[in-house]
Antibody
Framework: QVQLVESGGDSVKTGGSLRLSCAAS????????ICWIRQAPGRGLEWVSYISPYGSIIYYADSVKGRFTISRDNAKNSLSLQMNSLRVEDTAVYYC????????????WGQGTLVTVTS | SYDLTQPLSVSVALGQTARITCGGNNIGNKNVHWYQQKAGLAPVLVIY???GRPSGIPDRISGSNSGNTATLTISRAQAGDEADYYC?????????FGGGTKLTVL
């Protein structure tokens, strides 16, 4: 069955860096676009970033552009999010989610990993 | 930027019908997806492409989309339907989520 397992969440100070990972299994990794989506405590869902199957198309939300970098390793069925210059407002649970075709729905989500940024 | 507007909360009596709206400019021209999120868990897709139902989602849950409003309808509401519900669209190269609606089953 499809599994997405995020890791790498931690508590860091403002200005610090963190790298999140998402390990995928149970499906053909290169058949899917993948996104990072976050949820601040007690708040709604916020899209963070998107990457196409071979990494040729990448999008970022304005709130993270220039600070976060999404990448994927198709040989290892894994997705990463390098987060630099972290801010208090980046505190959230970060989910990876997969999308079969552009513009379609996020069919599967991981369980999330918590990032806490303190001043 | 494109905005999606959802009511903060909707209440429904057990066994009755709940309707959760998602407003957006000409949203009827977009594909709308809906997610259910129960406390402490990851979101789960319940409706895709306005009215498609993933396998395992009961036919009590349906969707529609026209004009400036998309609607998620939950018929014969059960206690297990209590959750937060989010609508979602793509707008150009951006994913947009509604603010979420908390459904309470009385």
């Amino acid at each position: 069955q499809v599994q997405l397992v995020e890791s790498g969440g931690d508590s860091v100070k403002t200005g610090g860096s963190l790298r999140l990972s998402c390990a995928a299994s149970g499906f053909t990794f290169t058949d899917y676009n993948i996104c990072w989506i976050r949820q601040a405590p007690g708040r709604g869902l916020e899209w963070v970033s998107y990457i196409s199957p071979y990494g040729s198309i990448i999008y970022y939300a304005d709130s993270v552009k220039g600070r976060f970098t999404i990448s994927r390793d198709n040989a290892k069925n894994s997705l990463s999010l390098q987060m630099n210059s972290l801010r208090v407002e980046d505190t959230a649970v970060y989910y990876c989610a997969i999308e079969k075709t552009s513009g379609s729905s996020f069919d599967y989500w991981g369980q999330g990993t918590l990032v806490t940024v303190t001043s | 930027s494109y905005d999606l507007t959802q009511p903060l909360s909707v209440s429904v009596a057990l066994g009755q019908t709940a309707r959760i709206t998602c407003g957006g400019n000409n949203i009827g021209n977009k594909n709308v997806h809906w997610y259910q999120q129960k406390a402490g868990l990851a979101p789960v897709l319940v409706i895709y492409m306005d009215k498609g139902r993933p396998s395992g989602i009961p036919d009590r849950i349906s969707g529609s989309n026209s004009g400036n409003t998309a609607t998620l309808t939950i018929s014969r509401a059960q206690a297990g339907d209590e959750a937060d519900y989010y609508c979602q669209v793509w707008d150009s190269s951006t994913v947009v989520f509604g603010g979420g609606t908390k459904l309470t089953v009385l």
